[in-house]
């Protein structure tokens, strides 16, 4: 059984940073992908970053290219997001999700989902 386990979250003020973990656990994962999503309310789920265990190939989302960095710890089944320079629409919740193969940005060929963990971004 697959379980990812975020944590991280928290208030912040704009231009600050913080760093999201997913640790995961339950499966041998040099053959899958770890993403980030976010969810603001109202809004759709979108894509943030993604990383390649195996290869370490990684997909940035618009939004998050210069701001964000995503990398793994292969002995902690832990992927992190660091985020910096955060923007009040940044203001969501954080789920991290996995699945087989390659890197992808569509939420929905991710298999597994986290139980999300929220961000807020005050002006």
């Known amino acids: 059984q697959v379980q990812l386990v975020e944590s991280g979250g928290g208030l912040v003020q704009a231009g600050g940073s913080l760093r999201l973990s997913c640790a995961a656990s339950?499966?041998?994962?040099?053959?899958?992908?770890l993403g980030w999503f976010r969810q603001a309310p109202g809004k759709e789920r979108e894509f943030v970053a993604a990383?390649?265990?195996?290869?370490?190939?990684?997909l940035y989302a618009d939004s998050a290219k210069g701001r964000f960095t995503i990398s793994r710890d292969n002995a902690k089944n832990t992927v992190y997001l660091q985020m910096n320079s955060l923007k009040p629409e940044d203001t969501a919740v954080y789920y991290c999700?996995?699945?087989?193969?390659?890197?992808?940005?569509?939420?929905?060929?991710?298999?597994?989902w986290g139980q999300g963990t929220q961000v807020t971004v005050s002006s």
């Open positions: 990383v390649r265990w195996s290869t370490g190939s990684i």
């Open positions: 339950g499966r041998t994962f040099s053959r899958y992908t």
């Open positions: 999700a996995v699945k087989e193969g390659a890197v992808l940005s569509t939420a929905n060929r991710y298999d597994y």
